[in-house]
């Protein structure tokens, strides 16, 4: 009898609960996705506003005054 396929009440387990490794494993992977995708984000909409605005002067208005 295989201590890991029945439950103690008799029936059959479907799941078992993740292991503390392999929960420390997600919560790594899903750190380094949400870090991997913010970055990707940020560098998608900084380059998509660059490539517009090197073509035009800076306008006028209160923070005109920061370098670019």
């Given at each position: 009898m295989n201590?890991?396929?029945e439950a103690p009440s008799g029936g059959l387990v479907?799941?078992?609960?993740?292991?503390?490794r392999q929960r420390q494993t997600r919560r790594r992977s899903a750190a380094?996705?949400?870090?991997l995708g913010v970055a990707?984000?940020?560098?998608?909409i900084?380059?998509?506003s660059s490539v517009h605005d090197a073509a035009r002067?800076?306008?006028p208005g209160p923070f005109s005054y920061f370098p670019n």
């Open positions: 201590r890991g396929i479907l799941f078992t609960a993740p292991t503390e380094l996705a949400v870090i990707f984000a940020g560098g998608l900084g380059q998509l002067p800076t306008p």
